[in-house]
């Protein structure tokens, strides 16, 4: 895992192109720890932009410790990411994975208050207008290293059963079924997007970074909305699997989800 960044993205919109591009190969292990990147000169015909354009996006790389700058040997990768010590989340079986990651990892709560919640939040949970809920945001790490930002809305009269203190310190499933609510079902959507300046500084990459977004609404057995959760994740230390199957007659085979598969 390569150090965490401080710097934001490179000046000029060629740059954090080239930035992100190189970022990207690194982070999928495309360019492998030890391996030298092309020329400035052999970048710049690669992405059609000058040779100052790939200065600015290799600077950048070296100030999040993603490569070292060598006079005379070019630029060598510094670290990149191990896929298999990524942590790793099967969908098919998402929901005792996520419980068991609260307790393999460790959260720092940002924020929390009470409050109406966006209209988008109201409208998934199904809350009535005037409905107020828990608001809580927290950066879950692995041995130290930040991995994800989460925020969360629970419906006020659920979440008044658990404090502060311990949402800060058990996972949310976990304090959701103390407090009576048997979780039932989750409907989720991935998609991508780029880190704002305050998720970049709580996760320790630059502004602008790609992220993994994933949004989740739970319900329990009367169907009620009682969880919506956004999270952000880092691209280089999680990934989402998904285990799938072959069926149908000969003129219908499709692919399949192996519910219940081996995560």
Do not use: C
């Amino acid at each position: 895992m390569h150090e965490q960044a401080t710097s934001d993205l490179p000046e000029g919109g060629k740059s954090r192109r080239v930035y992100l591009l190189l970022r990207d190969d690194i982070a999928t292990g495309q360019q492998a720890e030890g391996s030298v990147l092309p020329s400035e000169q052999r970048l710049a015909e690669i992405h059609g932009v000058s040779r100052v354009t790939v200065r600015r996006a290799l600077d950048a790389l070296a100030r999040d410790g993603l490569i070292e700058k060598k006079t005379g040997a070019g630029s060598i990768v510094r670290s990149a990411r191990a896929p298999d010590g990524a942590i790793t989340a099967d969908m098919a079986t998402l929901i005792p994975q996520i419980v068991q990651m609260g307790r393999d990892t460790s959260a720092r709560l940002l924020s929390f208050s009470y409050g109406a919640p966006p209209a988008l939040v109201r409208n998934a949970l199904g809350l009535s207008d005037g409905a107020r809920v828990q608001t809580a945001t927290r950066v879950r790490s692995s041995d130290g290293t930040p991995f994800s930002h989460l925020t969360t809305y629970v419906p006020e009269e659920i979440s008044r059963n658990y404090s502060e203190a311990d949402l800060a310190t058990t996972p949310l499933f976990e304090l959701l079924e103390r407090s009576g609510v048997i979780v039932a079902s989750a409907r989720q959507s991935v998609t991508a997007t780029l880190a704002a300046p305050d998720v970049a500084e709580a996760l320790g990459v630059s502004v602008g970074s790609a992220l993994l977004a994933l949004t989740r609404v739970v319900h329990d057995e009367q169907d009620r909305g009682i969880e919506y959760l956004s999270a952000l994740y880092r691209p280089d230390m999680f990934r989402l699997d998904m285990s799938l199957t072959r069926v149908g007659g000969q003129d219908d085979r499709h692919w399949e989800p192996v519910i219940g598969g081996a995560p």
